[in-house]
């Protein structure tokens, strides 16, 4: 079985500036439930259907298959739960490791988000200057929850 160990910062935009355009990514959701997550997303030229399981600490089961992108643009534009989600992912390499950097655009815009993932959940992390505070435990920040409850909408406190 896949398991995916990752972990979720927000950014320091004072920190952080893009090295390149990034590539866009259009993704939606067949299915958001807490138990599991069916997603469908075109990240540049290719396609891919996503499984995901429900979240343990930062682990969670994750299987990921390549699909045509013309099937991709139907299931977005005919099946997925509406509003979808947009946003460039930025790849940049610190310590060894390769953070995706997420900036979102839409309903979602003005949140920046980087992932890290990990061997195991005890991993020692490198950070950059740029990383802030850790939202990993933090539902809000799930791609599947931003759809049901944009960033635009919280409340600043």
């Not at 069916?38 to 994750?62: H, M, N, P, Q, Y």
């Amino acid at each position: 079985m896949a398991k995916e160990i990752e972990r979720k910062y927000l950014i320091n935009r004072a920190a952080w500036t893009p090295q390149g355009e990034g590539i866009h990514f259009k993704q939606g959701y067949l299915n958001a439930q807490k138990e599991r997550v069916v997603r469908v997303r075109i990240e540049g030229a290719k396609a891919k259907l996503t499984i995901k399981g429900i979240t343990t600490g930062v682990t969670r089961s994750e299987f990921e298959y390549l699909i045509p992108v013309e099937d991709a643009a139907i299931l977005l534009d005919n099946l997925c739960e509406q509003p979808l989600i947009d946003k460039h992912r930025h790849k940049e390499v610190h310590g060894g490791k390769t953070w995706e950097i997420d900036v979102f655009h839409g309903e979602n815009e003005g949140l920046v988000v980087a992932e890290i993932e990990l061997a195991s959940e005890d991993e020692k992390i490198d950070f950059p200057a740029w990383v802030g505070e850790e939202v990993s435990s933090d539902p809000r920040y799930f791609n599947s929850n931003l759809l049901k409850h944009p960033f635009k909408n919280w409340t600043k406190a």
